[in-house]
Every structure is written in structure tokens, then in C-alpha cells.
């Protein structure tokens, strides 16, 4: 059957409700933007938007025909039935690819994929909150930036930054670059995922060899001229062969994906065919192999700090693979959450997005024109709104990215609803956010690595962010945790909300934006943070500080 991947326009409803129309469109985004549609993948390697096409199928219908007080159950992608509750209550509810402790481990995890018990959610492709690409630009700009406050001034002009990876999340990391001023080379062992990048216009060149990558690096670096450049080879080949000629780029990082190393990395030495091919052939030797090229990859990313590059995780486990491949000091090389974004996470501020549900680019235009003038004494926002529309392309539905944070947020979505209501908008819009938000993710090897107070792996946080949610009157909300190479590393929540104008819109977009960063501040506060007690005592957050370290306790 052909199936047409393409957005939604306009206001007619084909659903009983904006809630569930919303989120339709957002499904059928998820698809648009998707790195292998046909397969129901949007990204990371595996992250799929439903189970299988007789699930999406389903889904799809039944948004189509529930009403308000009727709420969705979806299990791994699948949906499972509809439950009667009440008209405030969420319209979809998911749980996707949590397996129980000492089960959650990555071969039990492609056992059940392969029985059709499971599939991975990524974090924000099971509950279609994926924007493509732009989803972390923010997040990569602001550690570019960090980087260059920190060592090199204002921003990263005549500096060369390596990286890898130029698929759903990585296809970010050239534009990131671009926009902190850089030159940035990225290494992308497929040559479609290249095309895609400059086809969108988030990368600007491909090389056809090393010598040209380098020499127009060189170039762009000399000439302070900001540049991308693809370069089709595998990264663990192309990093020790820069490492061999003397070459220390300023800054180092990797997005492959790494966490897989079946479905994801594409070890050296094997073209991308074969690596299909033993996917299903030969798992275990595939494994192996990916082992074996992570260890040379991290081997190649340790000599360039160790000769004094910046170099960072970005979040794909490629130190935890390197280790288990017995490279000992594979984390000396620190992960970014720690090294440069944790401040703002103890304030509850990370990476909010909202989606024009009509289609129309000039919602967004006009969001983005409110949020200048509203927020113009906050120079990190208005510095990156100006950024965005001037360089972020539209893909898929028109949509946003800002590291907002508590207040703002409810700020902002009541605003939203307003020009809804008011008609200053084409149509209503969605609110969502990366689960790699600060109430809302465990995981140890990337957000909640070193945690203060050595909390790092406790999921309680992400679960009572989900319960929180579903209480404060969300339209969507999901818990996520691992699959694939992620499996037993992580639980996360997600969470939607659709502003179509509506009284019952201002209450529960007021209530869940106000409530999902509460839990932010208060888990940040809870390890000891004290950016969350200075936003705790500024915003009259009703967080308990109880002191519980005498283990006296008051008793049963
Ligand atoms: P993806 O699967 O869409 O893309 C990965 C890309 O890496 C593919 O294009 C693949 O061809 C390429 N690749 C694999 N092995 C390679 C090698 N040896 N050399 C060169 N290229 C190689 O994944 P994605 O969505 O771009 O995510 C990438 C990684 O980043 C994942 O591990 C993901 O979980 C992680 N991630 C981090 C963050 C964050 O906040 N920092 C956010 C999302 C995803």
C-alpha cells in the first residue's frame, strides 16, 4: 500500500475536537519529518511512532471518532483500547518499551521487538512530538556557545569543530555550528542522510575526500567565515586519520548513533549493505564489530583532548560502549548535560517547542514577534528567536524551538491561546518539550550523570513529572524508557498540549506548564541545587526542604 507522508493544512476537522485533531497532525509530523517513514521510524535508529502500520492504522481512526471524556491507551506503539473518563482528563495516555529492572536489557528487548511485544518510543517519536532536526538545535547551540564562552569569547569564529552523525538529531549539529559561527565538519557514513541535510538546508557542502573537507575548513577558519561541510566516510576511520596528521580541531564531539549497535552504528571496515545484512544475519558478530570501531572512534576522541580539544558527549552513549569495549578512561570525556547545561536545567529551563497545527509559517512569525517584544530584556531568548528565523528552515509543520523555563512557559501558552481565541492565529497550536527536560528524564550517562547528590539512576522523578501531568489535565502523556542499546539506561516522560483557544485550553495549558517545570525546580532542589532554591524562593515554588540526611526520621 502507498502511503503519503504529508502534513495536514488548514481548519476543517476531521475529528471530533481540536485535542484530538491536534495530535493526529502531530502523528502524521512525526511521519513527515521521519528518517524512514515507510518503516514508521522518525529517528534515533529505532524510534518508531507505532508498533506497526495495523497499530498506526488504528490510531489513526480512533482519534478520528473518540470524544472528550474518552482517553486512548497506547502500549509500545499499539494501541490498546479507549477508556471512558471524564472531559478534563487526557486524550491519548501512553507507556512505551518499559521492561521491569532486571529484564531491561537489550537482547530481551530485540527478542520482543521480533515477537511484536515492544517497540521504542525514542523520546519523542512513540508520542509525536518530533520536529525533525530542529528538535535540539537549541540544545547543540547552547553548548557550542557555553563552549566558546569558556574558552574561546563570545562566539566560535576561525574554530573547527569535528563531529559525526548526520541523521535525525546529529542533521542538527552543522547548522548548530553554522550558527555559533564555526566551521564544522561532519563525518555521516550514508550518503542519503548527506543529501537530506543540505536538501533541508541544514548543512551547506559535501566534500568528496578528506584533503577538500579540510582544505575548506581550513579555508572557513581562516577567513572567520562560519561553514558546514559532509563528509561521506566512517567517523572512526576519518577521526584517527585527522588525529594522525597533527590536526587538533578545536572542539570534538560524536552523534552517530552509538547507544545501537545493531540497528544504529555503522562499525569501520563493513559498508552500509553488508551492515543491513547482518542485522538480521548476524547480530552478534555485528555487535562485536561496532564494539571494536567505538573503541578506536573514542580512542581517536581521547588523543584530541588529551592534545586540548573541547571534547564532549552528546548524548549517545558512545563512552558507555567504549568502555564495555574496555576503554577504561572512556569517561574523561564528560557528557554535555554536567559539562554546560545543568544550571539551566536546575531552573527548569530546557527545550520547549510549540507547532502550528494550521500549517501556516506565519503563526509562527507572529509567536516568535510576540516572544521579542515580551521578552526583550532577556537577551538569551531574544539573541536565539532572531538566530532561529533567520536560519532554521521549516520541515514538516512550521514549529519552534526555546529553551524556556518555569512561568515563562505558562506565559507564553496562555498568550498563545489568546491569539487562538482572538483569531490573530491561522489555527490552534501544540505545546510539547524534548523529554530531555529537567523533571523529566533518569539517565545516567546523559542527564543525570554525577547528579549532586549521587541520584543519577532513581526514575522516581520522570514518573511522578507523568503522574503530575495527567493530574494538571495534559492532552497527551507518556513514560518512555530504553530500548535497543538505551534499554535499562533511561525512563522518561513526554507530555502534549493543544491551545485551540478554549476556556477549558487556558486552564490546562496554565496548570501543566506551571506544574511540569514545578517538578523540574523541585528535583534539582532535591539533589541540592541552588539555582532551584533561588527560583524556588523567586517564584513561590511550595517545595519542602526536609532535611532527611540524620536517617532519624520522626518514626512510623
Ligand atoms: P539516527 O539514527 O537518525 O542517525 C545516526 C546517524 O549516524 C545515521 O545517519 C548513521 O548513518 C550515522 N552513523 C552511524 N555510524 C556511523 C559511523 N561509524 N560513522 C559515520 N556515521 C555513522 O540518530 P539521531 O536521531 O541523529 O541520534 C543520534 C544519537 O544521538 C543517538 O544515539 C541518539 O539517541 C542521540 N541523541 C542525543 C540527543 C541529545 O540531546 N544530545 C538527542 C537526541 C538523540
Known amino acids: 500500500m502507498h502511503r503519503d507522508f504529508t502534513v495536514t493544512s488548514g481548519t476543517t476537522l476531521r475529528c471530533k475536537g481540536w485535542r484530538q485533531e491536534g495530535l493526529l497532525r502531530l ?6 519529518v521521519g528518517e524512514d517513514p515507510d518503516n514508521l521510524i522518525v529517528y534515533a535508529a529505532l524510534g518508531r511512532a507505532a508498533r506497526d502500520w495495523p497499530s498506526h492504522d488504528r490510531i489513526v481512526e480512533t482519534l478520528k471518532t473518540i470524544e472528550d471524556g474518552e482517553t486512548l491507551i497506547v502500549q509500545s506503539g499499539k494501541p490498546i483500547g479507549v477508556v471512558r473518563t471524564h472531559p478534563k482528563a487526557p486524550v491519548v495516555l501512553m507507556a512505551n518499551c518499559n521492561m521491569v529492572g532486571q ?19 525514542g523520546l519523542t517519536a512513540g508520542d509525536w512530538q518530533y520536529i525533525g532536526s530542529q528538535g535540539v538545535i537549541q ?12 574558552n574561546f569569547g563570545d562566539n566560535l569564529a576561525g574554530r573547527f569543530v569535528l563531529t559525526a552523525g548526520l541523521g535525525g538529531m546529529g542533521g542538527a549539529q552543522p547548522l548548530a555550528g553554522v550558527m555559533a559561527r564555526a566551521a564544522i565538519l561532519c563525518v555521516e557514513i550514508d550518503p542519503k542522510r548527506i543529501e537530506k541535510r543540505i536538501e533541508v538546508g541544514y548543512l551547506d557542502k559535501q566534500a568528496e575526500t578528506l584533503d577538500e573537507a579540510l582544505a575548506l575548513i581550513e579555508e572557513a577558519r581562516a577567513n572567520k567565515e562560519p561553514l558546514s561541510v559532509g563528509l561521506c566516510a566512517n567517523a572512526a576511520d576519518i577521526f584517527e586519520q585527522i588525529r594522525q596528521r597533527g590536526i587538533v580541531p578545536d572542539i570534538v564531539t560524536d552523534q552517530t548513533s552509538a547507544h545501537d549497535l545493531i540497528y544504529g552504528y555503522v ?7 553488508t551492515v543491513r545484512r547482518m542485522r538480521r544475519e548476524a547480530p552478534d558478530e555485528l555487535m562485536a564489530a561496532s564494539t571494536r570501531s567505538i573503541v578506536r572512534h573514542v580512542g581517536a576522541m581521547l588523543a584530541f583532548q588529551k592534545a586540548g580539544a573541547v571534547v564532549f558527549d552528546n548524548g549517545n552513549l558512545i563512552r558507555t560502549q567504549a568502555k564495555e569495549g574496555s576503554v577504561d578512561n572512556a569517561f574523561d570525556i564528560p557528557i554535555f548535560t554536567e559539562a554546560f547545561l545543568r544550571p539551566l536545567f536546575a531552573r527548569a529551563i530546557g527545550p520547549f517547542r510549540w507547532i502550528a497545527l494550521s500549517n501556516d509559517p506565519d503563526d509562527i512569525r507572529k509567536i516568535d514577534d510576540w516572544l521579542l517584544d515580551e521578552f526583550k530584556d532577556d537577551a538569551g531568548v531574544t539573541r536565539w528567536i532572531e538566530l532561529a528565523r533567520k536560519h532554521v528552515p521549516v520541515e514538516g509543520m512550521p514549529a519552534r524551538i526555546a529553551w524556556l523555563g518555569h512561568g515563562d512557559r505558562t506565559k ?20 510539547t518539550r524534548d523529554h530531555l527536560d529537567a523533571g523529566a528524564m533518569a539517565h545516567p550517562n ?8 549521587g541520584s543519577d539512576a532513581i526514575a522516581d522523578w520522570p514518573l511522578l513529572n507523568a503522574l503530575v501531568n495527567c493530574a494538571s489535565q495534559a492532552d497527551l502523556v507518556a513514560i518512555h524508557s530504553g530500548g535497543g542499546g538505551y534499554s535499562g539506561y533511561m525512563t522518561s516522560s513526554g507530555v502534549t498540549l493543544v491551545a485551540d483557544g478554549s476556556a477549558a485550553a487556558d486552564e490546562r ?27 524556588i524562593a523567586r517564584k513561590d515554588i511550595r517545595h519542602f526542604r526536609l532535611d532527611t540526611t540524620g536517617k532519624g526520621g520522626s518514626g512510623a
Open 27 to 32: 502523528l502524521e509530523n512525526v511521519l513527515a
Open 103 to 121: 529484564w531491561a536489557k537489550a537482547e530481551n528487548f530485540y527478542r520482543w521487538q521480533d515477537d511484536n511485544l515492544i517497540c521504542w518510543g
Open 139 to 150: 540544545g547543540t547551540y547552547e553548548i557550542f556557545m557555553r563552549i566558546a564562552e569558556q
Open 267 to 273: 562499525p569501520a571496515d563493513y559498508d552500509l549493505e
Open 412 to 431: 507564553l501558552g496562555l498568550a498563545v491561546n489568546r491569539m487562538v481565541r482572538d483569531g490573530v492565529l491561522a489555527g490552534p497550536v501544540a505545546f
Open 446 to 453: 546523559i542527564m543525570t550523570e554525577n547528579m549532586r547528590d
Open 509 to 535: 495549558l496554565e496548570m501543566t506548564l506551571t506544574n511540569d517545570t514545578t517538578t523540574g525546580v523541585m528535583r534539582y532542589a532535591d539533589a541540592g541545587y541552588e539555582e532551584s532554591f533561588d527560583e
